[in-house]
């Protein structure tokens, strides 16, 4: 079946640092990839998306590429800041005019350090 | 423009109580979901409605667990009874239906069940 693996945490970063979090997926078809992120005490927001290989989605200085070859989607950040911190879900729909289906990864925690 | 609402946040049952969420999607969506996310991982679909039909409940525990979405807008999530491994974070989200396979979901805070 689909799913999504991604790297366990939690992270911890000093602000300023290169972030990157992996995920790779199984998935039939052609899958559209997501990352949301969920702030303390708030509810999941999707961060970014890309629905074909090899697009990049970004958004507030996050960045991740569809990677069709290695089924990989990994979240990139040049410069973390403290207000980052949070838990970062990855997650895809499977292939399929129908499917509506989120699958996620396990979620990563990351602690940013002034 | 007004989120996905869910109340409560919180409740706190003993077992074998029945317990209700509700939900009201963001205005105008017609996809709602409910999802389960238990501590330390993902959310995982329950069951998505495509206005008040539900086009996709084959993840959720019929036995005890019970939707409706009447009229098509605000949704509800019942568990009767409930169990000690039902205690989780319960999140609806919405979608506008408009978009097909892929597109964007809009969570709301979720509701924490504790049952003791």
């Known amino acids: 079946g689909d799913s999504v693996t991604q790297m366990e945490g939690p992270v911890t970063l000093s602000e300023e640092a290169f972030l990157t979090i992996n995920c790779t997926y199984t998935?039939?078809?052609?899958?559209?990839l997501f990352w949301y992120v969920q702030y303390p005490g708030e509810g999941l927001q999707l961060l970014l998306k890309a629905t074909k290989a090899d697009d990049k989605g970004s958004n507030k200085g996050f960045e991740a590429t569809y990677r069709k070859e290695t089924t990989s989607f990994h979240l990139e950040k040049g410069s973390v800041q403290v207000s980052d911190s949070a838990v970062y879900f990855c997650a895809l729909i499977a292939g399929g005019g129908s499917n509506y289906k989120l699958t996620f990864g396990k979620g990563t925690l990351l602690t940013v350090n002034p | 423009e007004a989120g996905v609402v869910q109340s409560p946040r919180y409740k706190i049952i003993e077992k074998k109580q029945p317990v209700a969420f509700w939900c009201n999607p963001i205005?105008?969506?017609?996809?709602l979901y409910w999802y389960l996310q238990n501590l330390g991982q993902g959310p995982e679909l329950l069951i998505r409605y495509e206005n008040e039909e539900a086009v996709d409940d084959s993840q959720l525990p019929k036995d005890r667990f019970s939707a409706e979405r009447l009229k098509g807008v605000d949704s509800t999530l019942k568990i009767q009874p409930a169990e000690l491994g039902d205690s989780a974070v319960y999140l609806c989200?919405?979608?506008?239906?408009?978009?097909?396979?892929?597109?964007?979901?809009?969570f709301g805070p979720g509701t924490r069940l504790l049952v003791l």
């Open positions: 989200a919405s979608s506008s239906g408009l978009a097909g396979a892929g597109e964007t979901q809009y």
């Open positions: 998935a039939t078809g052609y899958p559209s």
């Open positions: 205005s105008g969506h017609n996809t």
